[in-house]
């Protein structure tokens, strides 16, 4: 089920066809779903993750909504967003800080990330494909993420 309040498609393939591709994107488009192909299939993971784990991090570190990570820890909104980026980069993603930061910022006050809501009911939540993600490949481009290092600690002392 989805559950957020906006619904996004990027699309990528390394081995089909770029015509397969756009014409996936344009049914999409056609049902009212904002889709969009990218070139490579790392780089479009590695955009989407540059959000999604300042988001499921934060979020569920503090047991807070998006609001309220924005207002009450946003230096480490910005810290977490920074180092996420710059993994991000090093793998092959376009993506910038600013747009990270306006993405969350736009997001609805009340949303909870899904691995907060996985933590609520006592599901098991994704700390280490999210979290430590980021780390592995951290330490493969050796650059240094003490506050998502941090965080993911946190968490798995937390038995997540």
């Known amino acids: 089920m989805h559950t957020s309040p906006f619904c996004e ?3 990528a393939g390394d081995q089909t066809q770029r015509t397969q591709l756009e014409n996936f994107a344009v049914q999409l488009r056609a049902a009212g779903i904002d889709a969009s192909v990218r070139d ?4 479009l993971l590695w955009n989407k ?3 999604l784990a300042p988001l499921a ?3 569920t570190a503090y047991g807070a909504t998006a609001g309220e990570v924005r207002e009450k820890r946003r230096a480490d909104l910005e810290a977490v967003a920074d180092e996420v980026v710059a993994v991000a980069r090093a793998a092959g993603a376009t993506v910038d800080t600013g747009a ?4 969350f910022d736009r997001v609805p006050a009340v949303m909870k990330s899904s691995m907060l809501r996985d933590v609520e009911a006592g ?3 994704e700390v280490d494909a999210i979290g430590g993600a980021v780390l592995r490949a951290a330490t493969r481009y050796g650059i240094d993420v003490p ?3 941090q965080l ?3 968490l798995r002392a937390r038995g997540l």
Request: no cysteine.
């Open 9 to 11: 498609v990027d699309v």
């Open 40 to 43: 490579f299939e790392a780089a």
């Open 49 to 51: 993750l540059a959000f």
């Open 57 to 59: 991090l934060l979020t």
């Open 100 to 103: 990270v930061i306006g993405l």
């Open 123 to 125: 599901r098991p939540a």
């Open 147 to 149: 506050v998502t290092g």
């Open 152 to 154: 993911v600690e946190d």
